[in-house]
């Protein structure tokens, strides 16, 4: 899993000895489209003479190609640096440059304003020390204003400068700056920034960007290089307690045994007392090792290797923290997510989470609200769309080891995979364990499986029959249970329409129901398996990703899909309950085959062709299939 990438992952750039002693300030651009983030720092490469000659006359000739800026230098073109963003004159990907000024260096992000691109922007973010938001003097604050602020604000970015820009296109007017500076004062009030230092300003042609303007006489605040090179957004990380993801397990010989990854806060010496936060073993740090040498300590964002005086069991994905000052260690805990799937985040439905080095199975089991960027509202809603913000529950398979991200950027933010495409399709900030679940734990048993199914004189199984409405899944799997119950086959049939009348009566049939709905069957159906029965399940379950959570429930063997293939336009004729002509005159809203999807199985254990076979025949051979495999 590998291949998934992390929007919360820092920028790792090589800082030059001599300017990382100036200190140095990572900071992005964020706002609207065309709010002018990518002439700012245009500028600020323009005016801190980092451009070459020969540079300087490519972007003379493409600023005559693709520029906006009429007959002067499109400084833009300096970060835009794709194709697509020349020709559209827009930033799609994130762009870091490096520069410098005689005080301090600087790492900034140019992030794009479009809001189909704010997973790229939350990338940006999610390593900054400050935020410059651009707004657009004409325009003033925006729903993409409003949205990147918000989400500065939850990935822990504290200081904010408030850009506003194109000042020249308003004849410099005190009136307009103030007016939206007190607009964004009103909206940022509850979004905890340290600091917002509004600056008048035009990227174009300089004001207040790198010298003071004469024509904003009225600003006696400072420029913006002015205030960049003095904030101080020195990192408490050192302070924190220590924190070390394992990320290695270093064994190049029989006689090494070390622990390799980057310390993501705090400071750690030989002979300090740490524990595997999610374990619980203790043991004494015995070297700090490097490749140009042993440490006598270590500090937030050195890599290097620590060994143990003990031989503890630590893997890939453990982390390491004083026997003092230990993480949360939980299953199940709040968080904030921001999706960035194109797909919607659906409760109940089984993800992957990468928090660390590690990554483990994860299922959202509560969309608690939505949040509106624009008024901070929390909303009622069953789903997350692309770009949207929610605050989640979320359990995990195994108990992981986290602090809260308010406390410690590094070691609560979490990134959510699909397990299909292996893409990043959400970003995660934790907020606290869900202690309640802390006190559950399995109650052994004195009658096992085994003896239940001794007891039935026959193996257990889930046969779960999926396919289109109408196809005939009901009734073959009807005709399978008495089959099976003749030969005295302990069976129970469960079947889409008759769990809605009393489990499921509370589900409707949008996706992020229909994802409930089969996750509860799925769990009743595990009972039965666990009763030593044989439990058919009639559904239509029309998406991969639940079948596939409900097979994992079970042990090899024990769930058959079945999958019934009717070709649509044979259900259609078919309609039996009527659905079908319903759906196609708009009376049904979310109806698979119609208005919603069913993704065909790529892998069931059995298929029946209802064209070719009768019911009975299909019937018969699933009872064929499950004698070969033995269960009766």
Known sequence: MDGAQSPLTELSVEIPVETAERGLLRFLTCGSVDDGKSTLIGRLLYDSKLILDDQLAALERDSRRHGTAGEDIDLALLVDGL???????????????????????????????????????????????????????????????????????LLGVRHVVLAVNKIDLVDYDQAVFDRIVADYAAFAEGLGFCSITPIPMSARHGDNVTRASSNTPWHRGPTLVEHLETIDVVSDAAAKPFRFPVQWVNRPDLDFRGFSGTVASGVVRPGDRVTVAASGRESTVRRIVTYDGDLAEARAGDAVTLTLADEVDIARGDLLAPATARPEVADQFAAHVLWMGDEPLLPGRPYLMRIGARHVPVKVTALKHRIDVDTQEHLAGRSLALNEIGVCNLSTSAPIAFDAYADNRETGAFILIDRYTNATVGAGMIDFALRRAGNIHRQALLVSRE??????????????????????????????????????????????????????????????????????????????????????????????????????????????????????????????????????????????????????????????????????????????????????
Not at 103 to 123: C, K, L, W
Not at 552 to 565: K, Q, R, S, T, Y
């Open 451 to 632: 003896d239940r199914q001794r007891l039935n004189g026959h193996g257990a199984a889930a046969l779960w029959f999926t396919g289109l409405s109408g196809s005939g899944k009901s009734t073959i799997a009807n005709l399978v249970e008495r089959a099976l119950h003749e030969r005295g086959v302990r069976t129970f049939l469960l079947d889409g329409d008759n769990v809605r009348h009393g489990l499921n009566r509370d589900l409707g049939f949008s996706d992020a129901e229909r994802v409930e709905n089969v996750r509860r069957v799925g769990e009743v159906a595990k009972l039965f398996v666990e009763a030593g029965t044989i439990v058919l399940c009639s559904f239509i379950s029309p998406f991969r990703a639940e079948r596939r959570m409900v097979r994992e429930l079970f042990e090899a063997g024990e769930f058959l899909e079945i999958f019934v293939d009717t070709p649509l336009e044979a259900c259609i004729a078919r309609d039996p309950k009527g659905l079908y002509a319903k759906a196609l005159d708009g009376q049904i809203a979310n109806f698979t085959g119609v208005s919603s999807p069913y993704e065909a199985p790529e892998a069931a254990e059995i298929v029946v062709a209802t064209e070719d076979l009768s019911a009975q025949e299909a019937a018969d051979r699933i009872v064929e299939a499950l004698e070969r495999a033995g269960r009766i």
């Open 83 to 153: 194709e697509a963003e020349r020709q559209q004159g827009i930033t799609i990907d994130v762009a870091y440059r490096f520069f410098t000024t005689d005080r301090r260096s600087f790492i900034v992000a140019d992030t794009p304003g479009h809001e189909q691109y704010t997973r790229n922007m939350a990338t940006g973010a999610s390593g900054a020390d400050l935020a410059v938001i651009l707004v657009d003097a004409r325009k003033g604050l925006l729903t993409q204003t409003r949205r990147h602020s918000y989400i500065c604000s």
